[in-house]
């Protein structure tokens, strides 16, 4: 018999350091005292969002590194994809002061209206830059698609997860400023699969449909936006969409402590 082994989601972090190393360390655990990785051979996904709104982005995504480096001796795996976020930080440290279509006009006003802080853009050094670079849009998990926003804008970049992940390296590796102000845009959309004055159950079933998922993993939207609850009572994840959708974000930076999921067997 295969021995299981576990895999755990986080959503967005947004820069709340320790909310997740009490997280880590607290709630599975996955880290010692020391913030070393004790999690064996368990998988832990991140959802994406390490930056802003909260007061340590690069601490957030140093311990991602980090734990990246130290799970494979003992044979975890520690994984991400990109979020917005990340591409905004991204913008405002290559091109800071291009114009934009944004709010602000420039994409380092456009970051910083988003919740930038200085102290983060102030220590992103080339290796912060280049190990965002190589993070995927989507990804395929034991029959499931992880996706950081709900979403279908990645629908327009490819119709398979391979696709999709190329074109957004591509983009991102580019100094194409039009392209990244539209991807930019286009992670403005929130909610796409949920039904709340539209058919988002349809859309959701037609988006697993294209990546061939049985269920949806994703973060972007706080849950308490979609239950109206405040964000210190989210504490798991919010399935809805009829179970296709599964929310990761418990709004760290809107007051709630977080959580860690762990991904159940795939009923189908």
Request: proline share 4%.
């Amino acid at each position: 018999m295969l021995k299981h082994r576990p895999i755990y989601v986080i959503g967005d972090v947004h820069g709340h350091l320790q909310k997740l190393l009490d997280l880590l360390r607290d709630d599975v655990p996955l880290l010692d005292e020391n913030l070393g990785w004790v999690g064996g051979d368990a998988t832990l996904w991140f959802m994406g969002d390490f930056f802003d709104r909260g007061p340590d982005g690069i601490g957030v995504m140093d311990l991602v590194m980090r734990l990246q480096q130290e799970a494979p001796a003992s044979g975890g795996q520690v994984k991400s994809l990109l979020g917005n976020h990340d591409v905004t930080m991204l913008t405002a440290a290559r091109f800071p002061h291009e114009r934009t279509k944004g709010p602000a006009g420039t994409f380092i006003g456009d970051w910083k209206r988003n919740g930038g802080q200085d102290k983060d853009l102030e220590r992103l050094q080339d290796h912060h830059i280049a190990w965002l670079k190589t993070l995927p849009a989507m990804a395929r998990v034991q029959g499931r698609i992880f996706i950081h926003a709900d979403s279908n804008l990645y629908v327009r970049y490819g119709r398979t997860i391979d696709e999709v992940n190329a074109a957004f390296s591509e983009l991102i590796h580019s100094e194409d400023l039009a392209r990244w102000d539209k991807l930019l845009s286009e992670f403005s959309e929130h909610k796409a699969f949920f039904d709340r004055g539209k058919n988002g159950t349809a859309s959701a079933i037609e988006f697993l449909r294209v990546y061939g998922g049985a269920q949806l993993i994703h973060g972007h939207t706080p849950i308490n936006t979609m239950t109206s609850q405040p964000a210190s009572k989210i504490h798991a994840g919010y399935y809805y969409a009829n179970g296709l959708c599964v929310n990761m974000d418990g709004g760290m930076y809107l007051g709630g402590e977080g959580f860690v999921y762990e991904l159940p067997p795939l009923l189908v």
